[in-house]
């Protein structure tokens, strides 16, 4: 069943987020930028078995992808650039990490997604694939055609990847994406205050989400990276 994912930025909107019963963490600044290693830590510390942490690894050199990767999260997440360019990261950060750590390509959404390079990510040791919008935009609804995220979706099946979706995600849009049945929908905007990304984690916004997916009849879970 897909899960509900809500990125934090610090160890105390994961305390927020856990007691509000969320189960999947994704500790991100933006999109897919690296919070500090240390806050990384402290926010480890807080989800403890309660909830998996998947880490952004955006902006980092080879040697911090390891020493990130060395911390026990469930899954790092990497942004990945469309051709050739994509497909030789995904290659040379395969061979050196997939056997210590998950690994998750982060795909944006405005040129269109890149499906050729999900089988090269499989290939590369890769277990699973996102689409991601930032969310200063107008949201992934409206920055991509759902036929194209519904093909996302059925091209990582097709790779046995797994495979979420974010960005701008608002409540709204649970009723139309679930039914494509991604591992996981990806919030944030739509879980903090005013719905204004830059501000704290809610727990009241994130119980309101929690609702929706009980609404649309799937009960949010933890997700595989």
Partial sequence: MTALQVTVTTADEARAAVAAG???IFAAVGTVSAVPLSELRAILAVAGERAEVVAAA???ADADLADFAATGV???ALPVPQGDAGAALVSRIGRS????VRLVAVFPPEAG??????PVAAIAGFSGVWLSASEATDGLIKT????DIARFIASARRSKLTVGVSGGLRVVDVGTLLPLRPDHLGFRAA???DEDPAKPIDPARIRAVTAAFAIHSVRPESDEA
């Fill in 144 to 147: 991509i055609k759902l036929a």
């Fill in 113 to 118: 997604p890149d499906f050729e390079l999900l």
């Fill in 58 to 60: 955006g902006g980092l």
């Fill in 74 to 76: 469930t899954a790092l």
């Fill in 191 to 193: 879980v903090s205050e």
């Fill in 22 to 24: 969320v189960t999947t």
């Fill in 97 to 100: 990490l997939a056997a210590s």
